[in-house]
């Protein structure tokens, strides 16, 4: 068999077993990574050089960050404060959630945040009596929103602003006003549609507000010390390129840190790492690879550039559109990776300028941004969640995902696509 068809055909099979579960999500992406290499569509040295060590490392140190926060209560006090202020109005409370999750993803990560807002919760939704599989599945959308708009908000955001030398300031004054039209439309969303169906009775809305939420706060020593250990870390993301250290060293150290000033036991630590999460991308990194190395997705990469001709408004859409529907397939971190040089490739062809005020780029980020939200595996934040939802008992299937996420994506990529043509390509 041609090996572009091999490829092709190892990647449906196990997208197909991802998408319809009939083995572990898990398992399914590692079989069809092992399988590139065991079949020789791709070499096991580029197969293994392809897994982004950066993504895997940054998970890792903040599932264990994130975990000893849990531990001392403190996202339990958050919790009951926010219900507080909301007056126990579950839809209230969902919209307060996804404005803080989107402000937290701008200013850290989107990883991050749903690391730490996922345990705030999944208790908030138990002291409410309500479902959180919605509460859990429009947070990772604010998130992937909230991450657009800053240079360290997405880790696609880190790879374009470095191939295209855009520094933190200038992405924000690009990206932010169109994500925050997109939050803005999205918040009124949730709102309107959640509201009909959050309802809870008045004796649990008085419940919640008689809860003294100091007495959740169960390991004040430990909280202690993680608390500004998390800090710092956060602070460090903000200035990781300052310091020349990769988001996943400064998330590694400040866990290490936190294991050994909090005395926490590493085998515990360890345990309450969500594998299942960080061995998907391994095998999600490896079937992509196996893709590129046959030279389907540069293919893709020509065809664009071939089709845009001497269009740039045509080479924008062309780049924005496939960026949505592909990222959301192939992850939004491989398939940015890849599309790099390609647009890099197109920018020079087109003579459309460096940097900032090139609109090819800002197509690529708000594609991969926005177009996380379709599907499970669109972002590393979206498979987080929905293995963290598995093992607290609650299922978030691929089909569940997909009908939230296709009206979302629709209007966030329409609202992207009209933002791109008024700021750079109308005048």
């Known amino acids: 068999?041609?090996?572009?068809?091999l490829a092709l055909l190892i990647f449906a099979l196990a997208y197909v077993a991802i998408v319809t579960e009939i083995v572990p999500k898990t398992a399914a992406a590692l079989l069809g990574g092992l399988a590139m290499v065991a079949l020789r569509v791709v070499d096991q040295e580029h197969a293994f050089e392809a897994i982004d060590l950066n993504v895997i490392f940054l998970l890792a140190g903040m599932m264990v960050i994130a975990h000893e926060l849990g531990r001392t209560g403190v996202f339990q006090w958050l919790a009951v404060r926010t219900a507080k202020v909301a007056r126990g109005d579950p839809t209230l409370v969902l919209v307060l959630l996804c404005l803080i999750t989107a402000v937290g993803s701008a200013f850290l990560d989107n990883v991050t945040t749903v690391v730490l807002m996922v345990p705030l919760t999944l208790f908030l939704a138990r002291i409410l009596s309500v479902e959180p599989v919605p509460f859990l599945i429009a947070e990772v959308m604010a998130s992937n929103i909230g991450g657009v708009s800053t240079l360290v908000g997405d880790p696609p955001n880190v790879v374009i602003g470095s191939a295209a030398d855009i520094d933190f300031l200038e992405f924000i004054v690009h990206a932010m006003p169109?994500?925050?039209?997109?939050?803005g439309l999205f918040l009124l969303a949730v709102y309107l549609l959640f509201r009909p169906r959050l309802k809870v009775s008045n004796p649990v809305r008085e419940s919640v507000m008689e809860i003294?939420?100091?007495?959740?706060?169960?390991d004040a020593r430990l909280l202690r010390v993680a608390g500004p250990v998390a800090l710092a870390t956060i602070v460090a993301f903000l200035f990781h390129g300052a310091l020349g250290l990769e988001p996943a060293t400064i998330a590694l150290a400040g866990a290490a840190l936190l294991i050994v000033l909090g005395r926490v036991s590493i085998e515990e630590a360890l345990r309450e790492v969500e594998w299942n999460t960080l061995f998907f991308f391994v095998g999600l990194f490896m079937m992509v690879q196996g893709l590129a190395e046959v030279g389907l997705l540069s293919d893709l990469g020509q065809a664009l550039s071939d089709v845009s001709g001497d269009s740039v408004g045509?080479?924008?859409m062309l780049v924005l559109w496939p960026a949505v529907l592909l990222s959301s397939v192939l992850n939004q971190i491989p398939y940015t990776t890849v599309m790099v040089p390609v647009v890099g490739e197109m920018s020079r062809a087109l003579a459309v300028g460096e940097g900032a005020q090139n609109p090819l780029w800002w197509a690529l980020a708000f594609g991969v941004g926005f177009g996380a939200?379709?599907?499970?595996?669109?972002a590393a934040a979206?498979?987080?969640v929905v293995n963290v939802a598995a093992r607290a008992g609650y299922d978030v299937s691929f089909l569940t995902f997909l009908r939230y996420g296709a009206l979302v994506t629709l209007v966030s990529a329409v609202v992207a696509s009209a933002y791109l043509w008024i700021r750079y390509l109308a005048f």
């Open 212 to 218: 003294d939420e100091r007495e959740l706060v169960t």
């Open 1 to 5: 068999m041609d090996e572009r068809a």
């Open 314 to 316: 045509l080479a924008t």
């Open 373 to 378: 939200n379709l599907t499970t595996v669109g």
């Open 178 to 183: 169109v994500a925050v039209l997109v939050l």
């Open 382 to 384: 979206n498979v987080y």
